[in-house]
């Protein structure tokens, strides 16, 4: 993955007046970057362990906000879309922004996550059915799209290794959610239907992560051979946090949502507890992988610290650690420590913190015209 330039960027534009319409052609799929990361974030508040009062309803604020924020960026890209209808084929040719599509999806899986969270709790039966069904059409199409645009990848311009940057990871990314989401929903639905649904998500987070693993020699490689990426690029090195991170909470949750006395469980008891205790266990391992590459992350970034330009990347600081922060409650409130439970509430304020500060930092770009300008944002030469 690739940004600008700053040396090959248009200066000469930097004092003309470009209306909506000229900046909206300008307006990618990176942006959906914002709404993963603040419906993840949503998720986060509801997962803390230690609370204050109004917390849940600054959760359900949030969460809101990321609804009407997810509809208003829809409207946004679609425009772009109608104004210049080529530009739909582009963006998903791009080798640059078409690694950004996924975002729309993992936005959408916020979402979802969103709705159990909090709508769930405070309403009636239809709404686990409705979360059903469409967890259901969220598989099939993140499947879909995993397969296509990987196809397009490998038929399209190529990539050489030498540029590989975890973001080569995002289009299997939306699909390996779907673990996550099964870990939140099952526990709501009827043994019948919980069953299929908990399969599905270990089966395909079971995909997002063997092909995160295929994916990481090739990054190591890269790193090993031609050192760290730009500093530019640095944030979207946590994008190597998530896989680890989201597969830990979610065998958790789903080996914790298992229906007792259910089919192959009703003749198999014992399983529920080998199942938790294993899947608690491959959660700490996986758990230390993600700290792995956190660690190798924060340090790289810290590298560049005051020499990065912003992009919609930033919000890799978000996203991937609302992962890996949740994880970390996970794992805490299965051993009971509220050692871990502590560390995972101070790692709730470094993202809400990450938040803010990410948050500020578009709304600044966007000002001065370091993004939604031309030769400035990820459909560069489109």
């Not at 609370?51 to 946004?76: E, M, P, Q």
């Amino acid at each position: 993955m690739t940004t600008p330039d700053k040396e090959q960027q248009p200066s000469s534009l930097q004092n003309v007046h470009l209306g909506f319409r000229e900046r909206l052609h300008h307006f990618t799929w990176a942006w959906f970057t914002f709404t993963m990361s603040t419906g993840g974030l949503a998720t986060l508040l509801n997962e803390t362990p230690h609370k204050f009062r109004g917390l849940d309803t600054i959760g359900t604020i949030t969460f809101i906000f990321n609804v009407v924020l997810f509809l208003c960026l829809t409207s946004a890209i679609t425009m772009r879309f109608i104004l210049n209808p080529i530009a739909f084929y582009k963006s998903l040719h791009h080798p640059t922004e078409s690694l950004f599509f996924p975002c729309f999806w993992l936005s959408i899986s916020t979402i979802l996550l969103g709705i159990q969270s909090y709508g769930v709790p405070s309403s009636g039966p239809w709404l686990p059915v409705t979360l059903r069904v469409l967890f259901w059409i969220y598989v099939a199409s993140t499947f879909a799209n995993a397969v296509i645009q990987y196809y397009i990848l490998f038929t399209g311009q190529h990539l050489t290794v030498h540029s590989m940057t975890p973001s080569w990871i995002l289009p299997v990314f939306p699909v390996m959610l779907s673990g996550t989401i099964a870990s939140l929903i099952a526990a709501d639905q009827p043994a019948d239907q919980r069953l299929p649904i908990i399969v599905t998500g270990v089966t395909f987070q079971g995909l997002g992560m063997l092909v995160s693993m295929i994916m990481y020699p090739l990054y190591l490689g890269r790193l090993m051979g031609d050192g760290l990426p730009d500093i530019d690029l640095r944030p979207g090195m946590f994008i190597s946090v998530g896989p680890p991170a989201f597969t830990s909470l979610a065998l958790i949750g789903m080996a914790n949502a298992l229906p007792a006395n259910y089919g192959f469980f009703a003749t198999h008891p014992l399983a529920i507890e080998i199942l938790q205790t294993m899947a608690l266990f491959t959660a700490c391992f996986l758990w230390a992988l993600g700290l792995w590459f956190f660690c190798i992350s924060v340090i790289s970034c810290l590298g560049g610290f005051g020499k990065m330009a912003f992009h919609l990347t930033w919000w890799a600081f978000v996203f991937p650690n609302v992962g890996f922060t949740i994880a970390t409650i996970q794992i805490g409130k299965q051993f009971q420590s509220q050692g871990i439970l502590w560390v995972g509430s101070a790692m709730t304020v470094l993202v809400v913190v990450a938040w803010i500060f990410v948050f500020a930092s578009l709304v600044r770009a966007v000002c001065r015209h370091k993004i939604l300008w031309p030769g400035r944002d990820e459909d560069k030469d489109e």
